[in-house]
């Protein structure tokens, strides 16, 4: 420690920059700890040898003779090898103020800076902290409430005696934000606080007497060890069906498992590469539940959110949910067309609820005459999941219901399932007492064809007139195979007709209904072979 009136054995060197191979001085004042500590920031090429500081009044002459002149520095940290602070010990003053430091920095090779006005030892009296604590500094998630205490003191830096400061404000930082403080009378604080996140924890001065800050004490929260137990883990549902995956969660406190309210969850597909994550906060008891409609075969993970951070719990814990879906047949497309001739076209498409591969399925047509009951199978078709199929002249009936239906699969786990079922039918028509007359008949007589054109309609046993209807009247030559259009006729109201043709030839005779609407079937009458003489 160097006292007042010191003489600097030296003269300083004239004011400005000196030799540039010496040491730089970046940076001169009071330390921040201690003001009557001086700092000295240097930025140098070798080793620093010596460094004298002299202290004159603030706002006096430079010809002044100096306060003091410090020569006792320690180096207190570098930066970098270039750069460093050196320190010296408290110095002593007979006056408190502010005072110019000039510097001289010598380096190992001779090499001398000397600068005027390098910076200003603040020599006040200082606010600083003491017995500054955090108790606990690793809280627990059943121990939250942590307290922060401290003393405030003023410190007179020529006789290092301190004393009390009541009324001081401070802010103290917890949890990332400021709460503010007031010393009591004999200078003392203390704020119980219930910890969210922990993180650095000090308190900050800033009043009439200057700055001052505390030591930084770090609080780091306990995190306890968690478990998830599900009610059920494993679920077997159909194709459609919700699953409710509930359960608890717990910490551990000591040997025993308590449960954790108010905590988000997610379950998610496990090892997921497109995640879909469903959301559920524990209710006061710890408890849970996730709704999902599953798709196929999954394993699901039960786990903590990503976010928010939770330090006082191990975020580790994790459940898997298996689920098995028996999928379903839904029968997209379903038509069935029943032509003239009673041939039946079908088309459709099968999609599987619940499976995501093209299985290969056995589809089977039926046929019922109510609708009720006896579906026998009368074609089964070959397809794939999601596939369009067509089935044409299948063998029909005038009248009865069809439907598809599937079997289903133990082995793959698919569901049978059957379509809605579609009614099909036409009316029936015949030529009634159908005829050609005379017979034998000579060769160029007239043969007159005739007969009565009915109808009988879907679940109907009476047969009735169909008037106003085009019928064909056909003639095969003896010993011939093909059938010549000889005439169309319209029926009359009463369904009758008949048509006069002159005879040439031995042959055989037949009305037929060949184009009816889409209501109705083809019909005919009976073949009559005319002899002609």
């Known amino acids: 420690m160097v006292t007042a009136g010191a003489v600097l054995a030296a003269t300083l060197a004239l004011p400005g920059t000196a030799h540039a191979a010496g040491p730089n001085i970046m ?38 003779a100096p306060a003091a002149t410090i020569t006792d520095f320690t180096k207190r940290y570098e930066s970098s090898p270039w750069d460093g602070v050196w320190a010296s010990q408290p110095i002593h003053l007979d006056a408190l103020g502010d005072y110019t430091v000039d510097v001289e920095a010598t380096d190992g090779s001779g090499e001398t800076t000397v600068e005027r006005n390098a910076g200003t030892l603040h020599y006040q009296k200082q606010p600083v902290f003491s017995g500054f604590s955090v108790t606990p500094a690793e809280p627990d998630i059943e121990h939250k409430t942590i307290t922060v205490s401290g003393d405030m003191a003023v410190r007179d830096p020529s006789t290092r005696e301190t004393v009390p400061l009541p009324g001081a ?22 704020l119980a606080h219930e910890t969210e996140e922990g993180g650095w924890t000090y308190a900050d001065y800033n009043g009439p007497l200057g700055y001052a800050t505390s030591s930084w004490i770090g609080v780091h929260p306990k995190a306890a060890p968690t478990r998830l137990v599900l009610d059920k883990s494993s679920y077997h549902v159909t194709a459609g069906a919700k699953i409710d995956v509930t359960g608890t969660l717990q910490y551990q406190s000591g040997t025993a498992w308590k449960p954790l309210s108010g905590i ?3 379950m998610d597909y496990k090892d997921c590469t497109t995640c879909s994550p ?35 719990l191990q975020r580790t814990a994790t459940a898997d949910v298996t689920v098995a879906v028996t999928a379903t047949p839904k029968f997209r497309e379903f038509t069935a067309r029943l032509d003239e001739y009673a041939q039946l076209d079908v088309t459709g ?29 009368k074609k089964t078709v070959q397809t794939t999941n999601g596939s369009q199929f067509i089935v044409e002249k299948l063998p029909g009936y005038t009248d009865g ?39 034998p008949v000579r060769k ?16 109907s046993g009476t047969w009735k007139a169909y008037g106003a209807k085009k019928v064909q009247i056909l003639f095969r030559p003896k010993g011939a195979k093909s059938w010549y259009l000889m005439s169309t006729v319209t029926t009359k109201s009463n369904g009758s007709f008949g048509k006069g043709f002159t005879a040439r030839q031995d042959g055989t005779w037949v009305p037929v209904f060949l184009h009816p609407d889409g209501k109705h079937f083809v019909g005919s009458g009976a073949e009559d072979y005319v002899d002609v003489r």
């Open 264 to 266: 988000p969850l997610q």
């Open 27 to 64: 940076d001169v004042n009071s330390d921040q700890a201690d003001w009557s500590v001086l700092d000295v920031r240097l930025n140098h090429s070798g080793e620093v040898s010596k460094i004298v500081a002299k202290l004159r009044p603030a706002g006096g002459s430079e010809d002044d």
């Open 401 to 439: 219901y069809w439907r598809l239906h599937y079997a289903g699969s133990a082995a793959k786990d698919i569901k049978g399932g059957d379509s809605s079922s579609l009614r099909r039918n036409r009316a029936l028509t015949r030529v009634k007492d159908a005829g050609a007359s005379p017979e």
């Open 444 to 459: 160029g007589r007239t043969i007159t064809v005739k007969g009565v054109l009915q109808e009988r309609a879907a679940g």
């Open 169 to 190: 404000t401070m802010d103290l930082r917890l949890d990332g934000g400021d709460t503010t403080v007031v010393t009591d009378d004999a200078g003392h604080f203390s």
């Open 349 to 377: 498409i099968v999609d599987l609820v619940g499976r995501d591969t093209n299985d290969r399925i056995g589809v089977d047509i039926q046929y019922s005459p109510n609708g009720r009951t006896g579906w026998a199978t």
């Open 278 to 312: 469903v959301e559920a906060t524990t209710d006061a008891n710890g408890r849970f539940t996730f709704t999902r409609s599953p798709y196929g075969k999954s394993v699901y993970e039960v786990a903590f959110p990503p976010y928010p951070y939770q330090p006082f």
